[in-house]
């Protein structure tokens, strides 16, 4: 079946820890987008990539890095730097642009960030 | 720029009413619409979205929306509410069309739903 995998499904993080959250996609599509969902929030676009070896920051990338050497594989890495990890965090994909559908983001599980 | 506002963050209907839920949008191009379910400690499933072509939505699990361009809305409707139905619900708007994959989709701050038996 294709889909989003993300794991893991819940990460504990101690202060001044660097985390990689990890997102894998088999259904062929072109871009790629973190999110972050913190209670009674909607998504918040940390980054995306429209392309391999491209990316580009969102509204809240701070404190954040990525990677995109891969089609399928968008992780995303929590640094130290970023002052109040704690959330959900979501990763999405969505086709190119020249297919039917391209408009439609599809989204893995999650992954639940804690910091202790 | 573009903007999406949920009327209510938590709503309550009782099993086998009518459910309402309300998006307004800001946009200052045509927009495509969106709703989006999503389920404790899950991801986004997409409801049913907009485009173009007829104004009247329908979606997965006997959910509708109607665009209506005057009033800058995409309210969410259900006839008859079930227990299964309790879930976040996030509008979201975005460019139309997307000529770049950089095109963001904006989400709402989403509307939790409790159905009461």
């Known amino acids: 079946d294709g889909g989003i995998t993300q794991s893991p499904k819940y990460l504990f993080r101690k202060e001044g820890q660097n985390v990689t959250l990890s997102c894998e996609q088999n259904l062929n599509h072109d871009a790629m987008y973190w999110y972050r969902q913190d209670p009674g929030q909607g998504l918040r676009l940390i980054y995306y990539?429209?392309?391999?070896?491209?990316?580009q920051k969102g509204d809240i990338a701070e404190g954040y890095s990525v990677s995109r050497e891969k089609k399928e594989s968008f992780p995303l890495t929590v640094t130290s730097a970023q002052k109040n990890p704690t959330a959900f965090y979501l990763c999405?994909?969505?086709?190119?642009?020249?297919?039917?559908?391209?408009?439609?983001?599809?989204f893995g599980p999650g992954t639940r960030l804690t910091v202790l | 720029a573009q903007s999406v506002t949920q009327l209510g963050s938590h709503v309550s209907v009782s099993e086998g009413a009518l459910v309402l839920l309300r998006c307004n949008y800001s946009s200052s191009v045509p927009p495509y619409l969106f709703w989006y379910v999503q389920y404790p400690n899950q991801g986004l499933q997409l409801l049913l979205k907009y485009t173009t072509g007829a104004t009247l939505v329908k979606g997965i699990n006997g959910f509708e929306a109607e665009f209506k361009k005057s009033e800058t809305s995409f309210h969410l409707t259900k006839p008859s509410a079930h227990m299964s139905d309790a879930a976040e619900y996030f509008c979201?708007?975005?460019?139309?069309?997307?000529?770049?994959?950089?095109?963001?989709?904006?989400f709402g701050p989403g509307t939790s739903l409790s159905v009461i038996p």
């Open positions: 999405a994909s969505r086709r190119g642009l020249d297919y039917i559908g391209a408009d439609t983001q599809y």
């Open positions: 979201a708007v975005s460019a139309s069309p997307m000529k770049t994959s950089y095109d963001k989709v904006i």
């Open positions: 990539s429209q392309i391999v070896n491209d990316f």
